[in-house]
Structure formats: structure tokens, C-alpha cells
């Protein structure tokens, strides 16, 4: 073989092929570097966008719920309201109730009578809204355990720290008393004797009022409950008080009848610690819910990451301010510093007297909401292990703050981060917080 040609076959030496795999090396590392890089930006960025994602349909869907808290029929006044010193407040927006009854008989009812009343009486105003100011041991008013479960940290339990709230309205359009036939029977003295109603197209069928169902009569102003029994379309109310029977209502009006039992419909929100069902997720881990729970049926999930909810009442006081309180504040009828406030005009208690009447003005200053301010933290369920506790900060206003104004700086979760937070959820998630203000439409109920 000639010089040239062994030349020519001559291959690499160890030195050169050390040097092109290092090489190679640095451009793979280079590569798997900006490849891990942007996976983990697009991993945080879709975590992000799920977040964003749950914490507006969480504020839409309690906002739609709150803004009918304390619904029942017609406008805010219906043209007859008695003056206070900075407005208008309608004593007679609170149906008048024609049964006998110390418990309501509503599911999540919070407010049961020692004493069965002797007379017709105005629906309680804690009826309408009833809210539980919640830390993470204890919550001001007490929740019922019908109303949700148990504070805890297990799968199941209530979220410790998270606010309970329940409010009431009447949903649908009932059966008209003026249209297509509908008609009312009175006696001489405007007493109701039997109400005919004649549904129209796109009402509910007569059927769905069923035995035991409680009637809601109504002429946009004024409104009563009663027992009722139906033959066809022929109601027949009645009265479990001696002397006194449901009034006949202004036919000029958009006068209507209402399945109580069933259109009065209660919601109520909570959270709770669920399992992750994921199959990546690490065993136990806990996620929080936001919960509805209507009617008293089971609850239903609404929202996955909502982990903290707080709400403050804007209340009216007698100097035509707002006051912006928590539940247990509203509940007690005092303001922050512990003055009293004054509840605005209520119905006509003046038939009742000594426990029986502070029983059913009992929660009065629920009826003096003009709005509410939630305030939601959400997180994006899943765990994000890799973030340092910098990327992982967050800011809540009702943390360290009672009227929940806080704009301190988005600060870091405590070392150790593999360490769960007090209401049992994992450190190593995202965090966002969400706030609305929901004018309560039915202001005055």
C-alpha cells in the first residue's frame, strides 16, 4: 500500500472522538435545557389558564345567585313604602305567613321558633340571606350540620377558614291570576275563598303543586303563604289561625301564585376538600371545591381550586351609610367597634310579644343589604413541585385583614414548601385571588 493510500485510511484518534462527544454532549444539554425550560413555561402557563378559567366561572356563578338573594315578586317597592330619614324602606316586602309553624320547614332553615306563633307573621329576614363568618376552628354563626359538613382537613370535610353562605329567592314565573281564566273567589270581607288558575303556554303543569306544598300568593306589593288543597286548577287556601284567612289580592296587578315549597329555592355555597382524581397525582392529595347545594339536595361541584371564600355584607345604617361587615357582624346587629346598628323598617310585629317577637325579628339587619363582596383564592389543582417558593407567591386581602382591604406585596409560602397549609392543601400550587362586588337586585326585600 502506497504512503497516500495509508494516508487516506487513516481514521480518528481517541483525542478527537473524546472532544466531538463532548461536544455533541454540550449542544444536548444545551437542547434538553431550553426543551425542559419551555415545557415547565408551558406547564405553568396552562396551569395558569385553567386557574383563570375557574376563578371567573366561580364569580359568575355565585354572582347570579346573589344578585336574586331575597327575590320574591314585582320591583324593590312596588309603590308603597314607608319614609326613613335617607330613603324609602317598604315594610310590607316580607310575605306574611298563614301557617302555624315553629320550623319553616326549608331546607337549610337556620332559624326555628321556640314558640309557635298565634297569628300571622312576616317571614323572618334571616330567612332570605344567612351568612357564617368562618375561621379555621370555628364559625360565627355556628353552622348547622344540615347546612354543610364539618370543618376538617380529609377528603370530604368543609375547608377550614372558607365562609358558608345561604340565600333564598323564588325562581320561575308561577301561574298568573289575571291571564287566560285564572280568576280569585272573595268573600264580602276581601277574604280569599279559592283561587282558579288556567296555566298558559310555557308554564309548569298544575301536577308539579303537590299535597303538603305551601302556596305564594302575590300582587307585586304584597305577598302571603299558605296551606292550600287543589282540585284540578281550583285552589282552596286555609288558615291554622282562628280568625284569620289570606286576603284577596289587587287584580289590577300582575298578580301570581307560586309553589313555595318548591319555587323558594335555597343555595347555598361552601367548600370542601376533595381527592384528586387525577392518576398522576401523588396518593392523598386533597384539592378544594367550591360546593352548591340546592334545596337541600346533594351537594353539587361547582368549580375544582377555589380554596378560600370570604364574604362582606354592604349594609345600610341609619345615618344612610354603607357599612361593609362580616356575617357575624350583621348577625349580632353591631358594627366592628361593637355599636349597634338599626335594623330598617321591619313588618308588623306589634300582634307578638316578648320571646315569640324577638324571635321572628331575630337577624333583622340581613334585610338592610344593599350588596355583596366575595372574595375568592384559587388554585390550579395540580402539583407544581418544580417552582420555587418566589414563583409560588400570592396575595389574599382577607389575610391579616378583617374588612378583607389588605394590598400588602404577593408574599412566598413558608419553608418547608412540601409542607401542607393549615386547611390541609399542598403549599406547591399556584394561587390567585378573585374579588366581585354583586349588588343585591332584590335590595329590601
Given at each position: 500500500?502506497?504512503?497516500?493510500?495509508?494516508?487516506?485510511?487513516?481514521?480518528?484518534?481517541?483525542?478527537?472522538?473524546?472532544?466531538?462527544?463532548?461536544?455533541?454532549?454540550?449542544?444536548?444539554?444545551?437542547?434538553?435545557?431550553?426543551?425542559?425550560?419551555?415545557?415547565?413555561?408551558?406547564?405553568?402557563?396552562?396551569?395558569?389558564?385553567?386557574?383563570?378559567?375557574?376563578?371567573?366561572?366561580?364569580?359568575?356563578?355565585?354572582?347570579?345567585?346573589?344578585?336574586?338573594?331575597?327575590?320574591?315578586?314585582?320591583?324593590?317597592?312596588?309603590?308603597?313604602?314607608?319614609?326613613?330619614?335617607?330613603?324609602?324602606?317598604?315594610?310590607?316586602?316580607?310575605?306574611?305567613?298563614?301557617?302555624?309553624?315553629?320550623?319553616?320547614?326549608?331546607?337549610?332553615?337556620?332559624?326555628?321558633?321556640?314558640?309557635?306563633?298565634?297569628?300571622?307573621?312576616?317571614?323572618?329576614?334571616?330567612?332570605?340571606?344567612?351568612?357564617?363568618?368562618?375561621?379555621?376552628?370555628?364559625?360565627?354563626?355556628?353552622?348547622?350540620?344540615?347546612?354543610?359538613?364539618?370543618?376538617?382537613?380529609?377528603?370530604?370535610?368543609?375547608?377550614?377558614?372558607?365562609?358558608?353562605?345561604?340565600?333564598?329567592?323564588?325562581?320561575?314565573?308561577?301561574?298568573?291570576?289575571?291571564?287566560?281564566?285564572?280568576?280569585?273567589?272573595?268573600?264580602?270581607?276581601?277574604?280569599?275563598?279559592?283561587?282558579?288558575?288556567?296555566?298558559?303556554?310555557?308554564?309548569?303543569?298544575?301536577?308539579?303543586?303537590?299535597?303538603?306544598?305551601?302556596?305564594?300568593?302575590?300582587?307585586?306589593?304584597?305577598?302571603?303563604?299558605?296551606?292550600?288543597?287543589?282540585?284540578?286548577?281550583?285552589?282552596?287556601?286555609?288558615?291554622?289561625?282562628?280568625?284569620?284567612?289570606?286576603?284577596?289580592?289587587?287584580?289590577?296587578?300582575?298578580?301570581?301564585?307560586?309553589?313555595?315549597?318548591?319555587?323558594?329555592?335555597?343555595?347555598?355555597?361552601?367548600?370542601?376538600?376533595?381527592?384528586?382524581s387525577d392518576p398522576d397525582a401523588p396518593a392523598g392529595h386533597l384539592v378544594s371545591a367550591l360546593m352548591r347545594k340546592v334545596n337541600g339536595a346533594a351537594a353539587e361541584e361547582i368549580a375544582r381550586g377555589v380554596e378560600r371564600l370570604d364574604f362582606r355584607y354592604a349594609v345600610d345604617n341609619a345615618e344612610g351609610g354603607?357599612?361593609?361587615?362580616?356575617?357575624?357582624?350583621?348577625?349580632?346587629?353591631?358594627?366592628?367597634?361593637?355599636?349597634?346598628?338599626?335594623?330598617?323598617?321591619?313588618?308588623?310585629?306589634?300582634?307578638?310579644?316578648?320571646?315569640?317577637?324577638?324571635?321572628?325579628?331575630?337577624?333583622?339587619?340581613?334585610?338592610?343589604?344593599?350588596?355583596?363582596?366575595?372574595?375568592?383564592?384559587?388554585?390550579?389543582?395540580?402539583?407544581?413541585?418544580?417552582?420555587?417558593?418566589?414563583?409560588?407567591?400570592?396575595?389574599?386581602?382577607?389575610?391579616?385583614?378583617?374588612?378583607?382591604?389588605?394590598?400588602?406585596?404577593?408574599?412566598?409560602?413558608?419553608?418547608?414548601?412540601?409542607?401542607?397549609?393549615?386547611?390541609?392543601?399542598?403549599?406547591?400550587?399556584?394561587?390567585?385571588?378573585f374579588v366581585g362586588l354583586y349588588s343585591v337586585r332584590n335590595y329590601n326585600p
Amino acid at each position: 500500500m502506497s504512503p497516500i493510500s495509508r494516508q487516506r485510511a487513516r481514521g480518528f484518534t481517541l483525542v478527537e472522538l473524546m472532544i466531538a462527544m463532548a461536544l455533541g454532549l454540550l449542544v444536548t444539554a444545551g437542547i434538553v435545557s431550553v426543551f425542559v425550560s419551555t415545557s415547565r413555561a408551558g406547564n405553568v402557563q396552562t396551569q395558569l389558564a385553567r386557574l383563570q378559567e375557574e376563578g371567573r366561572f366561580t364569580m359568575a356563578q355565585i354572582g347570579s345567585d346573589l344578585a336574586m338573594a331575597g327575590a320574591l315578586y314585582g320591583s324593590n317597592t312596588g309603590g308603597l313604602a314607608a319614609q326613613r330619614t335617607h330613603g324609602y324602606m317598604d315594610g310590607l316586602r316580607s310575605p306574611t305567613a298563614y301557617v302555624q309553624f315553629a320550623n319553616l320547614g326549608l331546607p337549610d332553615n337556620p332559624v326555628t321558633l321556640a314558640n309557635a306563633p298565634d297569628a300571622p307573621f312576616a317571614l323572618p329576614s334571616s330567612l332570605y340571606v344567612s351568612g357564617y363568618e368562618c375561621s379555621t376552628s370555628a364559625c360565627t354563626p355556628a353552622v348547622p350540620a344540615a347546612v354543610a359538613p364539618a370543618m376538617g382537613i380529609a377528603g370530604g370535610d368543609r375547608v377550614p377558614g372558607a365562609d358558608v353562605l345561604t340565600v333564598r329567592y323564588v325562581r320561575g314565573a308561577g301561574w298568573s291570576l289575571v291571564e287566560g281564566g285564572s280568576a280569585q273567589a272573595c268573600s264580602a270581607s276581601n277574604r280569599l275563598t279559592a283561587l282558579t288558575i288556567v296555566p298558559q303556554a310555557g308554564d309548569a303543569p298544575l301536577s308539579t303543586f303537590q299535597a303538603g306544598d305551601l302556596a305564594l300568593l302575590t300582587d307585586g306589593s304584597t305577598a302571603q303563604v299558605f296551606k292550600v288543597g287543589r282540585s284540578g286548577g281550583v285552589f282552596t287556601p286555609a288558615s291554622e289561625f282562628s280568625g284569620y284567612a289570606p286576603s284577596c289580592v289587587n287584580p289590577l296587578t300582575d298578580a301570581r301564585l307560586y309553589d313555595f315549597s318548591r319555587d323558594f329555592v335555597t343555595v347555598t355555597y361552601y367548600l370542601q376538600l376533595v381527592t384528586d382524581s387525577d392518576p398522576d397525582a401523588p396518593a392523598g392529595h386533597l384539592v378544594s371545591a367550591l360546593m352548591r347545594k340546592v334545596n337541600g339536595a346533594a351537594a353539587e361541584e361547582i368549580a375544582r381550586g377555589v380554596e378560600r371564600l370570604d364574604f362582606r355584607y354592604a349594609v345600610d345604617n341609619a345615618e344612610g351609610g354603607v357599612l361593609y361587615l362580616s356575617a357575624e357582624r350583621v348577625a349580632a346587629g353591631s358594627d366592628a367597634a361593637g355599636n349597634t346598628i338599626n335594623c330598617p323598617v321591619q313588618p308588623d310585629f306589634s300582634a307578638f310579644t316578648g320571646a315569640t317577637r324577638a324571635e321572628l325579628q331575630q337577624g333583622c339587619l340581613w334585610r338592610a343589604l344593599r350588596g355583596i363582596e366575595v372574595h375568592v383564592l384559587v388554585n390550579n389543582a395540580a402539583l407544581l413541585p418544580t417552582l420555587t417558593g418566589g414563583e409560588l407567591a400570592y396575595r389574599y386581602a382577607c389575610d391579616g385583614s378583617v374588612s378583607c382591604t389588605s394590598t400588602g406585596a404577593a408574599q412566598a409560602p413558608a419553608a418547608p414548601l412540601a409542607a401542607r397549609l393549615p386547611n390541609g392543601l399542598d403549599k406547591r400550587m399556584l394561587r390567585r385571588e378573585f374579588v366581585g362586588l354583586y349588588s343585591v337586585r332584590n335590595y329590601n326585600p
